[in-house]
């Protein structure tokens, strides 16, 4: 067995820091917060007002507050790793932990560990709580799709963490990280997929997302789809592992 394979201790340190970060500890929390609450919101807005009315796919509609949950948990795949570029932290890790691949290893298996955790309660809670005030049009827990995109969703919103995480390690900035990952994922992405045609879902989000639809638009499927967000959070994950590796601390 590897010794650079993350062990207890070290999981447990990597535990201990993203619960004493507020603003990391929040971006997690807020994944749920913002993905169900939206969703519940919109739902009772509008909800019941005429099928259709929350958007043409009936099962990507009850993930539509995933939208902003992305968001926070690009945020908390960022924050968590950025919190090492700042006053020495970095140095002061690897002095308890020397082996680097180890470090980088143990930490992204607790970004992802927890965000995978959250993103799967946040997929069943979002989706049965916005089913609640669709009225006539609400979709049942069990119909075709609704388990495949409620687990789907969590990986989603994992493997956008994963994403952010990797190019923050790169990169060694979470506001350069945000201010590239949250408007590509809010604006750009959507104008790109208005343009560019077929090449537009091999994007990660718009890839990704394919796990949360009934109909598939394009030549992926639900999971080729998220297969593709997982090749890019790979990539990202490797070049952050590069880079923890070859820089200086």
């Not at 009936?58 to 924050?79: E, H, S």
């Not at 979002?126 to 990986?155: K, N, W």
């Not at 080729?224 to 820089?247: F, H, K, P, Y």
Request: net charge positive; with cysteine; glycine share 12%.
């Amino acid at each position: 067995m590897s010794t650079a394979l993350p062990t207890v201790p070290v999981l447990h340190s990597e535990w201990i820091k993203i619960r004493s970060l507020r603003g990391t500890f929040g971006a997690l929390i807020a994944i749920l917060v913002a993905t169900a609450g939206i969703q519940t919101l919109t739902a009772a807005a509008i909800g019941r007002a005429e099928a259709g009315s929350m958007g043409d796919d009936p099962l990507l509609a009850a993930f539509y507050g995933i939208n902003f949950g992305q968001v926070a948990a690009i945020a908390f795949g960022a924050t968590a790793l950025s919190s090492e570029f700042h006053n020495g932290a970095l140095r002061t890790s690897l002095t308890a932990v020397p082996d680097r691949t180890r470090f980088y290893l143990s930490k992204i298996a607790m970004v992802g560990g927890l965000a995978l955790l959250m993103g799967q309660i946040t997929g069943l809670v979002t989706f049965v709580a916005g089913q609640a005030f669709m009225g006539p049009y609400a979709i049942e827990l069990g119909s075709p799709g609704t388990f495949r995109a409620v687990f789907g969703s969590g990986l989603y919103l994992m493997l956008m963490a994963l994403f952010a995480a990797g190019l923050t390690a790169v990169l060694r900035s979470a506001t350069a990280v945000l201010s590239l990952l949250i408007p590509f994922v809010l604006m750009v992405s959507f104008v790109i997929g208005a343009t560019a045609g077929g090449v537009a879902q091999f994007l990660p989000d718009r890839a990704g997302q394919l796990v949360m639809r009934l109909e598939m638009p394009g030549d992926l499927g639900p999971w080729t789809g998220l297969g593709v967000t997982a090749l890019w959070a790979t990539a990202a994950l490797i070049c952050g592992w590069i880079a923890v590796r070859r820089r200086d601390a």
